[in-house]
């Protein structure tokens, strides 16, 4: 990383750079004759490599920060203060987030900007993706009231860490054991404490060594994302919404910026600069789960949220709290149910905040998750799932944006729990 000068720049204005890059050969290859198999052929590849080596090491890092993170602890009490608090403040900034998407876009009313034709021509167009959505929506709807507790618990730990979707069960896992550390004598646990200790350090290592590369990642998966984006002119019938989504994205960002300077006395510029690198690449990624790592590491390291605050938050957060998706939610089955010249009544957008506060939570922590649970929304504010079709075109980068808003959440909650427990560094 030492050609041009590059040493000195800060990561987030290296990945920047990349991100641009990415974007501009992008543009260029797409206007080129075979300019779209080239990318395809021979850089996309490397963004997909980045992308798996970050959620290489997403289990192994929940595994041993959240075993060393809980073992540290000592006590059980401490455990349960936390937990109550990381979960009654992740719901909290939930709902706070659903309601101002509901807000905004009860204001903008998007939805009356979509023309008859446009949107009989979109639902045709799209109708095949749609189907596929409303297929995996409803393998989440037909189980039972306690489906996800039942899911909480494996009933064997390599299978579930064998696949990035069970996190929960992951986390679960790594808690129960860090419990069984404390428990037992100081003598026996010893020996395995001092292992994790050490495993964390190491995948903390391999996270910066992937990091070097996340400049050269984000260049390739952008390049990759502008050759197969759809046309511009659907973008422009979807513009309002876009915009009314955005909006919301950016006010959850001051939300954050308060609540910390609020609570913490943490500047607003210390926040984004510690969290950015992490922020570029959520939106590069549209994945909360292999930013993770990434997560942690700013952090602990730039935030000042002692480790074994983080290690406990962030998983827990990048997989059920979602603050972005739900507000997006929100707002598409608002957009959606206007389109069709729907009127939503307060009894069903009172609905709308428990359900999408809910489908967030159940949102897994990877590209276009939430359009899936969208449907389980839609079905249960009796708005029609065809509407699907009306958002896809601008699903992915508005899945960008709002997997930023779910990371910069997490980081945001992880200050206010380090701050209560006593965990906040205050000369960071
Ligand atoms: N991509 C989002 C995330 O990983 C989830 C979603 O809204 O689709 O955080």
Same mark, same amino acid.
């Given at each position: 990383?030492?050609?041009?000068?590059?040493?000195?720049?800060?990561?987030?204005?290296?990945?920047?750079? %990349?991100?641009?890059?990415?974007?501009?050969?992008?543009?260029?290859?797409?206007?080129?004759? %075979?300019?779209?198999?080239?990318?395809?052929?021979?850089?996309?590849?490397?963004?997909?490599?980045?992308?798996?080596?970050?959620?290489?090491?997403?289990?192994?890092?929940?595994? /041993?920060?959240?075993?060393? %993170?809980?073992?540290?602890?000592?006590?059980?009490?401490?455990?349960?203060?936390?937990?109550?608090? !990381?979960?009654?403040?992740?719901? !909290?900034?939930?709902?706070?987030?659903?309601?101002?998407?509901?807000?905004?876009?009860?204001?903008?009313?998007?939805?009356?900007?979509?023309?008859?034709?446009?949107?009989?021509?979109?639902?045709?167009?799209?109708?095949?993706?749609?189907?596929?959505?409303?297929?995996?929506?409803?393998?989440?709807?037909?189980?039972?009231?306690?489906?996800?507790?039942?899911?909480?618990?494996?009933?064997?730990?390599?299978?579930?860490?064998?696949?990035?979707?069970?996190?929960?069960?992951?986390?679960?896992?790594?808690?129960?054991?860090?419990?069984?550390?404390?428990?037992?004598?100081?003598?026996?646990?010893?020996?395995?404490?001092?292992?994790?200790?050490?495993?964390?350090?190491?995948? +903390?290592?391999?996270?910066?060594?992937?990091?070097? @590369?996340?400049?050269?990642?984000?260049?390739?998966?952008?390049?990759?994302?502008?050759?197969?984006?759809?046309?511009?002119?659907?973008?422009?019938?979807?513009?309002?919404?876009?915009?009314?989504?955005?909006?919301?994205?950016?006010?959850?960002?001051?939300?954050?910026?308060?609540?910390?300077?609020?609570?913490?006395?943490?500047?607003?510029?210390? +926040?984004?600069?510690?969290?950015?690198?992490?922020?570029?690449?959520?939106?590069?990624?549209?994945?909360?789960?292999? !930013?993770?790592?990434?997560?942690?590491?700013?952090?602990?390291?730039?935030?000042?949220?002692?480790?074994?605050?983080?290690?406990?938050?962030?998983?827990?957060? /990048?997989?059920?709290?979602?603050? *972005?998706?739900?507000?997006?939610?929100?707002? =598409?089955?608002?957009?959606?149910?206007?389109?069709?010249?729907?009127?939503?009544?307060?009894?069903?957008?009172?609905?709308?905040?428990?359900?999408?506060?809910?489908?967030?939570?159940?949102?897994?922590?990877?590209?276009?998750?939430?359009?899936?649970?969208?449907?389980?929304?839609? %079905?249960?504010? *009796?708005?029609?799932?065809?509407?699907?079709?009306?958002?896809?075109?601008?699903?992915?980068?508005?899945?960008? @944006?709002?997997?930023?808003?779910?990371?910069?959440?997490?980081?945001?909650?992880?200050?206010?729990? =380090?701050?209560?427990?006593?965990?906040?560094?205050?000369?960071?």
């Amino acid at each position: 990383m030492e050609f041009m000068g590059m040493k000195k720049m800060g990561l987030h204005w290296k990945i920047l750079l %990349g991100m641009t890059f990415g974007v501009l050969v992008g543009l260029l290859m797409a206007n080129l004759e %075979g300019g779209k198999e080239l990318v395809q052929n021979w850089i996309k590849p490397f963004g997909s490599i980045f992308i798996n080596s970050l959620k290489l090491i997403a289990v192994p890092l929940i595994l /041993a920060s959240l075993i060393k %993170g809980v073992s540290d602890l000592k006590d059980i009490s401490k455990l349960s203060k936390m937990g109550g608090r !990381t979960i009654g403040i992740y719901i !909290t900034t939930t709902i706070i987030s659903v309601s101002v998407g509901l807000i905004l876009v009860n204001l903008i009313k998007p939805g009356t900007a979509i023309s008859e034709t446009t949107r009989l021509e979109m639902v045709e167009n799209y109708s095949g993706d749609t189907n596929k959505y409303k297929e995996s929506a409803k393998k989440q709807l037909e189980s039972g009231p306690l489906q996800a507790l039942e899911d909480l618990v494996p009933d064997n730990i390599f299978g579930a860490a064998s696949d990035n979707r069970n996190m929960l069960q992951v986390i679960f896992f790594a808690i129960f054991f860090g419990l069984g550390l404390i428990l037992i004598p100081k003598k026996k646990s010893k020996p395995v404490k001092k292992f994790f200790d050490g495993l964390n350090e190491v995948i +903390l290592k391999m996270i910066d060594v992937i990091m070097l @590369c996340a400049p050269f990642g984000v260049f390739a998966l952008l390049a990759a994302l502008v050759v197969e984006s759809p046309s511009l002119d659907l973008f422009e019938a979807l513009g309002w919404y876009s915009f009314t989504v955005v909006l919301g994205l950016t006010l959850m960002i001051v939300v954050y910026s308060a609540m910390v300077f609020g609570f913490t006395r943490k500047r607003p510029d210390f +926040l984004m600069k510690g969290i950015s690198p992490a922020q570029l690449l959520a939106f590069s990624t549209s994945s909360s789960a292999a !930013t993770l790592p990434v997560t942690m590491e700013r952090v602990t390291d730039h935030l000042g949220v002692h480790e074994e605050v983080s290690s406990f938050v962030l998983p827990i957060g /990048a997989t059920i709290n979602m603050d *972005g998706t739900s507000l997006y939610q929100a707002v =598409a089955a608002v957009f959606i149910a206007q389109a069709f010249g729907m009127n939503l009544d307060f009894g069903v957008q009172l609905g709308i905040i428990i359900t999408a506060t809910l489908a967030s939570i159940g949102s897994a922590a990877v590209p276009g998750a939430g359009m899936v649970m969208l449907v389980i929304v839609l %079905g249960q504010a *009796g708005i029609p799932e065809a509407g699907l079709a009306l958002i896809f075109a601008v699903d992915r980068p508005l899945d960008m @944006c709002r997997t930023v808003v779910n990371v910069t959440g997490d980081a945001a909650v992880s200050m206010l729990v =380090a701050k209560s427990m006593g965990k906040l560094e205050s000369n960071t």
